[in-house]
Nanobody, 121 residues
Framework: QVQLVESGGGLVQTGGSLRLSCAAS????????MAWYRQAPGKQRDLVAR???????NYAENVKGRFTISRDNAATTVYLQMNSLQPEDSAVYLC???????????????WGQGTQVTVSS
């Protein structure tokens, strides 16, 4: 019902930057928030950043000041600008959208398949 396509991951050196994109499509009625999570091998999935339909943002403490989440006017594409990348930022980054789809009003999370970010030291 909802498809998420992520792009922008890759290999970068310490201190470098990457910009992730995630486009949501399908029978979306309303998007309430979009977010980026990340998961490193053997570790839990952690929230990186979230943006609501009111453009309220929140970030994990360890990315504040380095990462910026934003969205397009249609609110179906979310971006994550990542600066000053460190090896500990290496992970699979997953996009999620919290929305409802026609004809329902039930809010659900939908997940993308993820994009790999690797930061070399």
């Amino acid at each position: 019902q909802v498809q998420l396509v992520e792009s922008g991951g890759g290999l970068v050196q310490t201190g470098g930057s990457l910009r992730l994109s995630c486009a949501a499509s399908g029978r979306i009625r309303s998007v309430y928030s979009m977010a980026w999570y990340r998961q490193a091998p053997g570790k839990q999935r952690d929230l990186v950043a979230r943006i609501t339909n009111a453009n309220i943002t929140n970030y994990a403490e360890n990315v504040k000041g380095r990462f910026t989440i934003s969205r397009d006017n249609a609110a179906t594409t979310v971006y994550l600008q990542m600066n000053s990348l460190q090896p500990e930022d290496s992970a699979v980054y997953l996009c999620t959208v919290y929305c409802n789809v026609f004809p329902d009003y039930i809010l659900r999370d939908y997940w993308g398949q993820g994009t790999q970010v690797t930061v070399s030291s």
